[in-house]
T-cell receptor, first 111, second 112 residues
């Protein structure tokens, strides 16, 4: 079953922060985060495996609450280059290796 | 490493024609996947493979076939192309469960 992302779209001014959420109705083994720019392939940001784990990538970090089957992506002090569509992908325990993506969150960073 | 290579990059098909989208990876990855992405939409899993000789259906398998005879290659076959198959197709691979994934650059397919 497809994970649900929120919000569907967000517009930021450069330097502002944003949070993108991803939730699933199934027990999750891992959560992946990708960013895709128009006309390009998705680019890997990070993968989270453990409950409560938090990872960082420059000014982008994420958390994974295994008990709630939720993950959040945090973008701080946004830059113009952060614009794009963000996708979460989830793997479940009984279907390891099968990555199902959410519908995406479109992020626009304005000067 | 070349990573994940998809060919062709673009293709126009007429309704009812068939074609094979090629995907190859040189990273010795066990897991390989095919996704389609319609304009403005997310990625939908078509088929995936956990190793040579093993394939399984994803979310939207109808109208497609796959085979995995080698670790490196995972071709996607479209039989009797329909306009609904107009999309961008991405191939991806991973070494194991919970590991990072690598995506190819995509194949833009138009069926008219």
């Amino acid at each position: 079953q497809q994970p649900v992302q929120s919000p569907q779209a967000v517009i930021l001014r450069e330097g502002e922060d944003a949070v993108i959420n991803c939730s699933s109705s199934k027990a999750l083994y891992s959560v992946h985060w990708y960013r895709q720019k128009h006309g390009e392939a998705p680019v890997f940001l990070m993968i989270l495996l453990k409950g409560g784990e938090q990872k960082g990538h420059e000014k982008i970090s994420a958390s994974f609450n295994e008990k709630k089957q939720q993950s959040s992506l945090y973008l701080t002090a946004s830059q113009l280059s952060y614009s794009g569509t963000y996708f979460c992908g989830t793997e479940t325990y009984n279907q390891g290796g099968k990555l199902i993506f959410g519908q995406g969150t479109e992020l626009s960073v304005k000067p | 490493n070349a990573g994940v290579t998809q060919t062709p990059k673009f293709r126009i098909l007429k309704i009812g024609q068939s074609m094979t989208l090629q995907c190859t990876q040189d990273m010795n990855h066990n897991y390989m996947y095919w996704y389609r992405q319609d304009p403005g939409m997310g990625l939908k899993l078509i088929y995936y493979s956990v190793g040579a000789g093993i394939t399984d259906k994803g979310e939207v398998p109808n109208g497609y076939n796959v085979s995995r005879s080698t670790t490196e290659d995972f071709p996607l076959r479209l039989e009797l192309a329909a306009p609904s198959q107009t999309s961008v197709y991405f191939c991806a691979s991973s070494y194991d469960v919970g590991r990072t994934w690598d995506f190819g650059n995509g194949t833009r397919l138009t069926v008219t």
